[in-house]
């Protein structure tokens, strides 16, 4: 079937090409990307027969308001917009109304796979109203490796589902990191690209990311020489927390993860200082001067 | 090869019945099971030929700590002792430097796979020195899967790697945990068995992990109703964290998740007395009485 891809970055570029190879009509625009078929987004809906189906897969945030905004003037009754990134799924919530005002559908997708989903699919977790998902079936059942689709819920199910998946990672990696960084510390000398090796197969612990560790290990050398240790979020984390806290559920795992994160980030720490400072005071511990 | 095994729980018994279908002259003691073919520590010494290599599959602790001193008494120089339960390393080495005092072999074997190891194999993290390692490796391939086993060190390495692997499984099973409780608390009504199996194709959460979270929710229900929430620990989680003191290493979700097991345990928590004692003394806020 048709769909209008908008964003052909590694995500929405991968997309249209697994599509494509599933005999889909995918017609595409980004501004910046000489490959699309569209020059504008006018261009793109004119490429397309009602009802239209729009694939927003650009970054979270400004952008995707905007997109957002400019499909919500452009597009006819009837039309779909989904949205593939990893908006907040209040924001997607929002949308949903707002499209529904002007009697558009749309669809919160939430999209997991990164660059690896082109060749494995890309798990699917859709939230919206039964009709239009109903109808895109086939480009999700497409993007999606076997069972890896489904219908979670209603508007903003997708993309919660998503952003609770992203915290479970943030947790995931947290672990495997931190054993890693004892055995790296030990008296024994180990190989660690060796025993990410072996975890992978048999082990209770194996997984993909331990077989994303691996890889790298295989790329980087067990000390990782040319990794900074510095570490980035892009929000789910934080939202994922923030959901806890609302509900009164326990994440103390998922919240370390984060922190962690952040301490990776830090140039220097003032609690740390402040630590320091107060051992001085109440035991005379000697504090090292900057 | 010849190998006597000792211990036919669930472990011992998947890694016989494993090791016999690949052709493998496993004989086989323990006190409770009828099928042993030696009925005792005696007559598995005559039923294998020397050097001889007795493989003790029993619980850790005190169990494994008899059946070592029997071994020490009873096996001839040349012979191998096998520990292949979760002993700790220290332990491990201590014995083999005791093995090694009578001129016999110790390996420390790290064995993960639970009871679905008969099926895919047993992954084996093998600590030792290199002659008995070899010996045995005809053994060691035969228990696990395709690139499933190393020699990962020397003596105490395989189970100092075992432990880590179990660390890091602590953390990886509570990040699972709390990001389906937020799913279980949410606003949305979800079908956790659903996502549990989508996750399962494609997505960056994809693990072994994952498809036994999807086999308990197709077995128990979305609600685990009939599951207790109280989860023991076998002690591995906490020598990981006691390892990471001794290194300097922060390992705050390896930690958060052990406490969480045992706050799974406490029937009611004491700290949350205080700490609600203490609300009630500065800000006059109501306790609950008892």
């Not at 669809?107 to 890309?122: H, N, R």
């Not at 929000?235 to 922190?259: Q, S």
Request: hydrophobic residues 40%; charged residues 25%.
């Amino acid at each position: 079937m048709q769909l209008g891809m908008i964003g052909l970055g590694r995500m929405g570029n991968g997309m249209t090409e697994r599509l494509r190879e599933h005999d889909h009509d995918v017609r595409t625009y980004d501004p910046k990307v000489e490959s699309r078929t569209a020059s504008s987004l006018e261009e793109l809906k004119a490429q397309l027969e009602p009802p239209r189906a729009f694939w927003m897969m650009v970054p979270a945030g400004q952008i995707t308001e905007d997109v957002f905004k400019d499909l919500l003037k452009l597009a006819d009754e009837g039309d779909t917009i989904v949205d593939g990134g990893n908006s907040n799924f209040h924001d997607s919530q929002r949308r949903f109304g707002e499209a529904g005002a002007k009697r558009l559908h749309f669809i919160d997708a939430g999209v997991s796979g990164g660059i690896w989903g082109l060749e494995v699919g890309f798990c699917l977790m859709v939230g919206g109203d039964a009709e239009p998902v109903k109808r895109l079936e086939p480009i999700f059942q497409a993007l999606a490796p076997k069972d890896g689709y489904a219908h979670v819920g209603p508007s903003g199910a997708g993309h919660f589902v998503k952003m609770i998946h992203n915290g479970i990672e943030y947790g995931l990696m947290q672990s495997y990191a931190e054993g890693f960084e004892i055995m790296e510390h030990s008296e024994f000398p180990l190989d660690l690209e060796q025993i990410s090796g072996i975890w992978r197969y048999g082990s209770v612990v194996r997984s993909w990311l331990l077989e994303l560790l691996h890889t790298a290990f295989e790329e980087h050398g067990g000390n990782l020489d040319d990794i900074a240790p510095y570490v980035e979020d892009s929000g789910e984390g934080r939202w994922t927390i923030h959901e806890a806290m609302l509900e009164d559920v326990p994440v103390p795992v998922i919240t370390a993860a984060l922190y962690a994160r952040f301490a990776s980030r830090q140039d220097e720490s003032y609690a740390a200082k402040i630590t320091a400072a107060l051992r001085n005071e109440f035991g005379g511990h000697a504090v090292k001067s900057e």
